[in-house]
Nanobody, 123 residues
C-alpha cells in the first residue's frame, strides 16, 4: 500500500516559487530522517534536502541552498519543500523519502520508504 503521499508539483516560470508536500503515516514519520530527492533529465538521483523529524540535523544540497527550505508540520505528519527562485535546471522528478541513512551529516541515498514522485517543470 501507499506509504508516502506527495503533492505540489507543477509547471512554473523561472524565478517563481512552489511548495511540495509529503504526508507520511505516523509510524513512519516519527523519529527518522526524511525529505526530498530529485532526478533531473539525464542525471542520477540526488539528495535535495533531508531533515530529522525529531529536530535533528538538516542536509541541504549546495545546488539549492539559500533557495529551498525543508520544514515540518508534526501535527500533520508532513514534510514540506519550499522552493523559491526556481531555475530551469531545477526541472526534475522530486521524490519524498523516509528512514534515510545519514553518514557524517550527508544522506547516502538509501531510504526505506519512497513516494511515487511529483514532477516540477521550470521554464
Amino acid at each position: 500500500h501507499v506509504q508516502l503521499v506527495e503533492s505540489g508539483g507543477g509547471a512554473v516560470e523561472a524565478g517563481g516559487s512552489l511548495r511540495l508536500s509529503c504526508a507520511a503515516p505516523e509510524g513512519i514519520y516519527r523519529r527518522t530522517f526524511m525529505g526530498w530527492f530529485r532526478q533531473r533529465p539525464g542525471k542520477e538521483r540526488e539528495a535535495v534536502a533531508i531533515t530529522g523529524t525529531n529536530g535533528g540535523a538538516t542536509y541541504t544540497s549546495d545546488s539549492v541552498k539559500g533557495r529551498f527550505t525543508i520544514s515540518l508540520d508534526n501535527a500533520k505528519n508532513t514534510v514540506y519543500l519550499e522552493m523559491n527562485s526556481l531555475k530551469p535546471e531545477d526541472t526534475a522528478m522530486y521524490s519524498c523519502a523516509a528512514k534515510c541513512a545519514m553518514v557524517s551529516g550527508r544522506p547516502t541515498g538509501a531510504c526505506t520508504y519512497w513516494g511515487q514522485g511529483t514532477q516540477v517543470t521550470v521554464s
